[in-house]
């Protein structure tokens, strides 16, 4: 399997990215190499192998119901670009 | 409409009853400044890594006991990707391959009549799964000088989206379904149920098709937080889908949102540039194993389940169908049912029924109180009803010591009968006194019912009790009236 540029392009728009046509291009040919490592991984006979969801077979830890954070919000703010009462504020978003 | 089918089904948002997020130690209380529960984590700072609350899985494994469902021994928690401002992360975790809850389900009641069994009508809704996720943050549009402001806080929160199987073929069968969901939610204490907050939310998956033929299109309405707009976004959707069919246009598959002002549904975003979300295991988070004896250990601490209880308020207490629904619509509503029962006897449980679903509800409605929060417990309401049950008092008077009781102005029954000298008369010496003091005062009363005039005869009663102050046994007063003028 091998991706287009049309497909690179759609892509980007998901993952919010800018590519310049030069860019797309690149992009192209690293994914399609990519592809080309998954084509290997899928070459192996996995028959009758349970899927694993994580590198690690071990299970999650689990946190005890407990409020631990305080307010920080006056040093995160800090370092944001704009902020007004309390809120981040973003260019404008519509549904 | 007859010649339509209509196929619903809801994914609800449950918002779990914790004290801290679902992957970080920030604090779920609603209403605090912006941003101010929002910690390093839940605004997705580079670095940071989410712990699964413990709680949140407590919840899940509560909610898939009490539907019947399956509680996966193993679990995965997947990224959901996408772009908006409140979800810093440019991702949601939730499940997506394996949930903790599969399968299940609930009984839902439907109004109309009854069976011939005399059974109220119910129908058994099947859900399909319920996963375990995070809320992300809120988005205001207002009055930032046309930017967008974004608040963190409820971003992390826990949720458990609950998905229907498309069961249901009505509006109004979608909302009973809700109703019962969030009845569930909030009696196995995973969720406050709170609509207004945001703490229960529906998103309701509709379509139309012709009885027999494959299933239609669908439209999703997203986010209805009340069960009046759940109910007015799916007949306008209903009624929209099949519009367009019979004039010929094709259903496309959309996201839609209510607007209660015009009562409309509108397309949000269509399919052509619908999200792909791109799911994939969060490698942040490894399988959440839940053991078997986790699971009975959370079995061994939930409440009796409403289905369980209202049959044996039937059973036990000889109930009728509709009281035992009626008093097991919350958990707080049928303990206080309990309380009073365990203390004035079996006997004593339909009077009690009558009460907790008649006065005390209807006390508790006008002043918007939850029966928690009732003025009278369950013991002080059972004080009274077994002074009815002793013939200490008439019903009509026991309504006066209940109103004393809600006031405040004492506490139990017995004092405020003490108090107030409400004790009913049955010394039937004493009544002939009172009678006999009556038929002289009202002799013309006394003539005309000797004249053959009844109405006479309710007026000489309704002397003899409020001379009584209402105390005398009423029954008793007719018949010794009626002795004493047959004299």
């Known amino acids: 399997m091998s991706l287009n540029l049309e497909e690179i392009g759609r892509i980007a728009k998901l993952a919010r990215l800018e590519l310049s046509a030069a860019e797309a291009e690149t992009t192209l040919n690293q994914l399609n190499g990519i592809f080309g490592f998954i084509e290997q991984l899928q070459a192996v006979n996995t028959d009758g192998i349970e899927p694993m969801a994580h590198a690690v077979d071990v299970v999650q830890r689990l946190r005890p119901d407990t409020v631990t954070e305080t307010d920080r919000r006056e040093a995160f703010q800090a370092v944001a670009p704009e902020t007004e009462a309390g809120l981040y504020l973003v260019p404008r978003v519509v549904e | 409409m007859s010649q339509w089918e209509v196929v619903i089904g809801l994914e609800t948002h449950a918002q779990l009853k914790t004290q801290s997020k679902i992957f970080s130690g920030a604090s779920t209380a609603f209403g605090a400044e912006p941003n101010a529960q929002a910690c390093a984590v839940d605004i997705a700072l580079p670095g940071v890594l989410p712990v699964l609350n413990r709680e949140a899985v407590v919840c899940a494994i509560k909610f898939g006991l009490a539907v019947g469902a399956t509680v996966a021994p193993r679990s995965i928690f997947a990224r959901k990707n996408y772009f908006y401002p409140d979800l810093p992360k440019g991702y949601q975790i939730s499940q997506f391959e394996i949930p903790v ?12 009549p009854s069976t011939s069994s005399g059974q109220a009508r119910t129908k058994f809704v099947h859900l399909t799964r319920a996963h375990l996720e995070e809320d992300a943050g809120k988005s205001l549009h207002e009055d930032f000088h046309g930017k967008t402001g974004i608040d963190l806080n ?76 759940l109910e007015q976004a799916i007949n306008y959707e209903i009624q929209w889908q099949i519009n367009e069919i019979e004039e010929g246009r094709k259903i496309q598959q959309a996201t839609v949102l209510f607007d209660p002002d015009t009562g409309e549904t509108r397309a949000m975003r269509s399919k052509e540039d619908a999200q792909d979300y791109r799911y994939f295991p969060d490698p942040d988070l490894l399988p959440l194993e839940i053991k078997a004896d986790w699971i009975a250990d959370v079995k061994a601490g939930l409440p009796e389940l409403p289905e369980a209880m209202k049959a044996r308020f039937e059973a036990d207490y000889g109930l009728s169908a509709y009281d035992a629904a009626g008093l097991t619509t919350s958990l707080a509503t049928a303990r206080y049912f309990e309380t009073v029962v365990g203390s004035v006897g079996k006997a004593g449980a339909k009077p009690a029924a009558n009460w907790v679903m008649g006065e005390v509800a209807a006390r508790l409605n006008k002043e918007g109180l939850d029966i928690d929060a009732a003025p009278v417990t369950a013991a002080q309401l059972a004080g009274v009803i077994a002074r009815i049950l002793d013939n200490t008092i008439s019903n009509k008077i026991a309504r006066d010591v209940f109103e004393a009781l809600w006031n405040g102005e004492g506490q139990d029954a017995d004092s405020i009968i003490e108090a107030k000298g409400l004790k009913q008369i049955t010394d039937s010496g ?41 105390k005398a046994n009423p029954q008793q007063v007719n018949d010794l009236l009626k002795a004493k003028l047959a004299s």
């Open chain 2, 101 to 112: 809850v599969s399968g299940g389900g609930l009984t839902i009641q439907l109004e109309g």
């Open chain 2, 430 to 470: 004493a009544i002939e006194k009172i009678i006999d003091e009556v038929l002289a005062a009202n002799q013309k009363s006394v003539e005309e019912f000797r004249a053959g005039k009844d109405k006479a005869f309710n007026a000489l009663v309704g002397q003899a009790m409020k001379a009584t102050k209402g």
């Open chain 2, 154 to 229: 409820r971003a992390g929160t826990p949720l458990l989206e609950i998905v229907s199987e498309p069961d249901m073929s009505s509006a109004v069968e979608a909302v009973a379904y809700a109703k019962a969901l969030h009845a569930l939610v909030q009696w196995i204490g995973i969720c406050d149920g709170n609509m207004q907050e945001g703490s229960f939310r529906c998103d309701a998956n509709v379509s139309v098709r012709r009885p027999g033929a494959p299933l239609g299109t669908r439209r999703e309405i997203k986010n209805l937080n009340s069960f009046r707009f």
